[in-house]
């Protein structure tokens, strides 16, 4: 049974930087394609970023190149996302998803993903 657990969220000032960690189980994690996503309150869910199952190339939202990075462990099944820059429009709840048969044309679509943690706050004081 595939779990995800994110943490690392918290409530931070403009121009800070905060890393989130996205733990995994229950699976192959290597094999899978991992995103991150945001839900700003009464929004929907907006794609952030994503690492390749097995090139480990890195995608990222326009909203957020250049002060986001995603990374990957395979060892410890784990993601990483390190959010630099913070700034109030960043504020959400953020999280991550996987699955195995996400194709490059879906990657930013959270309709593709069956797999999602329950989240983590991040809040960017002006």
């Known amino acids: 049974q595939v779990q995800l657990a994110e943490s690392g969220g918290g409530l931070v000032q403009t121009g800070d930087s905060l890393r989130l960690s996205c733990a995994a189980s229950g699976y192959t994690f290597s094999r899978y394609t991992v995103a991150w996503f945001r839900q700003a309150l009464g929004k929907e869910h907006e794609f952030v970023s994503a690492?390749?199952?097995?090139?480990?190339?890195?995608y990222y939202a326009d909203s957020v190149k250049g002060r986001f990075t995603i990374s990957r462990d395979n060892a410890k099944n784990m993601v990483y996302l390190q959010l630099n820059d913070l700034k109030p429009e960043d504020t959400a709840v953020y999280y991550c998803a996987t699955d195995t048969g996400i194709i490059l044309s879906s990657l930013r679509t959270a309709a593709q993903y069956d797999h999602w943690g329950p989240g983590t706050q991040v809040t960017v004081s002006s």
């Open positions: 690492i390749w199952r097995s090139t480990q190339n890195t």
